[in-house]
Each structure stands twice: as structure tokens, then as C-alpha cells.
């Protein structure tokens, strides 16, 4: 446990502070999801470069749902900038890489994706002939069938995040007050309030076209009706968040609780072994004898359930992660709702890290009450609230029952509270940056002009005539060039070179190991027993 026992006392962590030592223990490290695309705005339909080594195995360089969307994976870090630094130098090396392997292929900087080919052209992410590889590309099918292969193509960047000494109740606390408070996080960080049409094409949604921008995007290959070109929403911070991102009507029936690792070990461990008609209808193999699904029941495995913010625990060979959980407790946090930035490089910069360093640190100190179903409705209002009309002026969020509180004063108020944690973590670090982070948020709640969701919107109808595709066809060329123009060392090379060689080899032993038939690997990975006890079977990673 911490030294703070933060569910009981609101000023705990602010009256007590925390060592300087074990601040600097803060650890952090970040996961990049990024579409590769073609230079006019298309979706690289190429597979993933063979050069980047084996998406299975590779600690850095893997794919997410997509063999077009690249995951890009930092180590764990005790320092925001040597954390980036790592994030900089992989990025060199995969715009390097796909230079020589794939032309003129760029990263897609927004988390809207660029223009798509039909939902089954998209292609899933492959792993090679294992069980586990093939394991991870039916899971990813079943992901397509459940949900749609254009929705899993929205990209985002993960948060990892832990402090030495906390244990599980702590942990806990911190993931309920992130949630109460992560409106905060949309609004300041949101940076996707428009995107294609085609993208919504055939699905009802409350979009508008923005500007001139229709007929433009429209002229892109062929001739398209008015309206499926760029939509937006007037005051949107993230649509990714919003009601046209991740969502389930199957999820939305989990009633999921965060006040203790036994209930939500509890709610996960129901969502995995019940039975969802839908899914059964679906069948685990199709009427040709392919795989479509890993399982019928409401989440094939636990990565599949969404969330703004996850506890984890590292998992041994064979284990579920459900498991790793109950049998040893929260190892960290993963922060799940932050947009990629299109006006950095990297998608992501050292002020905001340190801001969600502040702002995690405050919510494993405040007072943590124990969730209801009536505030997990309300939290799940002010998401979606804030996701399509955050920067609407005088906007109000649901807040103990009633929708009576403006986002900018609550805003303010978690400011206020996050200040002295801001001056505690400058004192450890011998600097002021964390308490100039916690500023630029103040001065962006006070100037929504300046957040990047309304740079984005400013820079799509002045700067582009309207289209969102040449907007971020823009942004993404000019980060490809920022990127290669840096300088690179041939040390730097070997190291990624060394690195991708293994990951191949890597593979290849895992295959060569295989002796399981798939369907009995399938039965055993999905059994209710496995989410008790750990086997010797490769576990099935997102």
C-alpha cells in the first residue's frame, strides 16, 4: 500500500506530500498507433514491412489491428524526455525503414483515419503460422465482425503509468477518480473534431459538413454526392471518444466495477465466459470452416473490453492476464484516451506527459468513494458530452445526479487541487515544468481557441479550404520529412537492425515449437479454467 491511504482522505496526499525519492520512482512508458498511408490519403494496403521484423515478437515495432496500423512502443522510463527521446528514435527508424521497403508510404498523424477501402479489404494484422499468431489474427477478425473493421482503424496513443509502493486499493482509487475526471483530459487534449465522410457513410450520426471541405475531399479519385467529404462537429474535442468510436452495444450491457480488484476481476471474468446471442449466432467458424472468432461469448479475451483506463499487471508465458491480475495485483495503469496530435511529430510532447503525470498523481491522492451505477452513467454523459461539444460555451456536465456544473469551472477546480502536486514534483525533479504544464492547461481552459482540437478545425477551413484529408495529408508529409532530415547514427541503425533480426529468429522458434493442433490451442486458451490458473500456452496479446 502507499504511504497515502488515499480512499479515505481527500487531503492525504496534498497535507502528508510525497518523498522526493519515490516521486522520481514514477515510471511511465507510451504504446503509438499510427495508419500507414499512401501519399494522396489512401490506406497502404502493403503488409507490414518485413524489414520492421516480426509484429509477433518485437519489443518496439508490432502492428495493432490492421497489418496497415503500425504500434509503436516505448521501454519504461524514469524520465518524460528520455521516454520521448525513445518514441523520436523509434519513429526514425520505421520512416527510415518504410523508405527503403515502401516508397513514399507516411505515418497518418491524426487519429481519424484516412481514406479507407471497403470494411473487408481492410486488412487484419497477420503473425505468422503459430497458434498464437494465428490466434491474434482470429481475434482480430472476430473484432471486425463484432464491431466493424473501420472502427478498429482509429489510432490513439496508451499512457503507461505506475508509482513504487501502491498497492491494488490505491490503484483502484486512482482509476475512479480518472474516470469522474477524464472529461478534463478530452477537452485539453482532443484533437480529432472532424474527419472523412466515407468514414460514417451509411451510419447515423449528428456530423456536419465543414465548410467548402465536401467538395473538395470529393475530388479525390472519383466523383462522390455532397456530404462525404469532411464532417465535424463545431465544438467537437475528439470524436474517437465520442459516440463514432469505440462503443458497443454489447459492452454497454457490462456493468463494470472499479471499487476493488475482486469486482472488477469479477465483472471482466463475467464478460468472458457469458454466452452473448449474437456472437453464438456468428458461430467460431464460418460455414466454409474458417476461423472468424476466437470465442462467442461477450469478449473474446480481456483486451477486447474498452475502457478510457485499464489496470495491468505483466503476464508470464501462458497466462491471462486476468489471472496475472488476481494472483498479483496492479502493476500499472494505461491511460487509453489521448488523441494523436497532429501538430507534434511524435503525435505527443513533454508538457503533456508531465500534465498526466500531475493529474494521475492527483487522482491517486484525492478521495476515492466507491462507484454506482448512477455515476457510471454520468461519467459515461459527460464523455460523450464533452467528445462532441466540449469547447460549446457554457457547457454543463452531470455531476452528483443533475447536469448543473460547467465544464470550465470544474475544470479549474481540478486545477486548483493539482497545483501543489505540480510544486512536489518540480521540487523532486529540480525544475518548474511540471507546474508550467499545469499553467498551459489553466490557459487553455481560459482560451479554447487555443486547445488543438480548435487548431485543427482552424487550420482545416484556413488553411485547406475545408478538407481534413489535406489538412492531415499535410501535417503528414511534413513530419515524415522532420523525421527522416534528423540525424541518425549507424549505431542507431545496427542496434534497430539487431533488434528486428531477433524478433524474426523469435518467431521462427515459436513456430518450430508448436505442437498443439490450433482448435485444441483455441479451447484451452479460451477456457473458463485459464482465467484461474496459468498453463503452458503462449497467451493471445492485443
Sequence with gaps: ??????????????????????????????????????????????????????????????????????????????????????????????????????????????????????????????????????????????????????????SGIHYNWSLPGTGNEDYFGLIRNFRRHAFLLLYLFGASPALHGDFVQGRPHELEPLRSGSDRDAGHGSSRPHGEGTLHMPYGTSLRMGKLGYQSEAQASLAVSYNSLESYAASLHDALTRPWPAYEALGVLNPGGDYIQLATSLLQIENEFYGTIRPKRTIFQGERPLHALRERGVEYVEVRLLDLDPFEPIGINARTLRFLDVFLLHCLSSASPPDTPQEIAEIGRNQHLTAARGREPGLQLWRNGRQATSLRDWALELLDACAP???????????????????????????????????????????HDGSFLEFVRARSHATRADLLNRPWEAAQQARYETMAQTSVHEQAAIEAADTLPFEEFRKLYVSASRLGQPTPVSPVAA
Design 1 to 154: 500500500m502507499s504511504s497515502v491511504t488515499t480512499s479515505q482522505n481527500s487531503d492525504a496526499g496534498h497535507s502528508l506530500g510525497w518523498s522526493p525519492e519515490r516521486l522520481r520512482g514514477m515510471r511511465r512508458g507510451i504504446e503509438k498507433e499510427s495508419l500507414r498511408a499512401l501519399p494522396g490519403g489512401s490506406l497502404a494496403l502493403t503488409p507490414h514491412p518485413a524489414l520492421l521484423g516480426s509484429a509477433l515478437t518485437h519489443p518496439r515495432i508490432t502492428t495493432d489491428y490492421s497489418e496497415s496500423q503500425v504500434e509503436l512502443i516505448t521501454g519504461v522510463h524514469a524520465d518524460v524526455d528520455a521516454c520521448l527521446a525513445e518514441l523520436g528514435e523509434i519513429h526514425q527508424y520505421t520512416y527510415r525503414t518504410l523508405r527503403s521497403a515502401c516508397g513514399d508510404e507516411m505515418l497518418w498523424v491524426s487519429s481519424m483515419p484516412c481514406v479507407l477501402p471497403t470494411d473487408e479489404t481492410i486488412p487484419l494484422g497477420r503473425y505468422g503460422s503459430s497458434n498464437i499468431g494465428r490466434a491474434k489474427s482470429v481475434y482480430r477478425m472476430g473484432l471486425g465482425h463484432r464491431y466493424g473493421r473501420r472502427m478498429q482503424t482509429i
Design 421 to 463: 502536486l505540480a510544486a512536489q514534483l518540480d521540487a523532486a525533479h529540480a525544475c518548474t515544468e511540471y507546474s508550467a504544464a499545469l499553467q498551459a492547461a489553466r490557459d487553455a481552459v481560459l482560451d479554447p481557441a487555443s486547445l488543438p482540437s480548435a487548431r485543427v478545425l482552424r487550420a482545416v477551413e484556413e488553411d
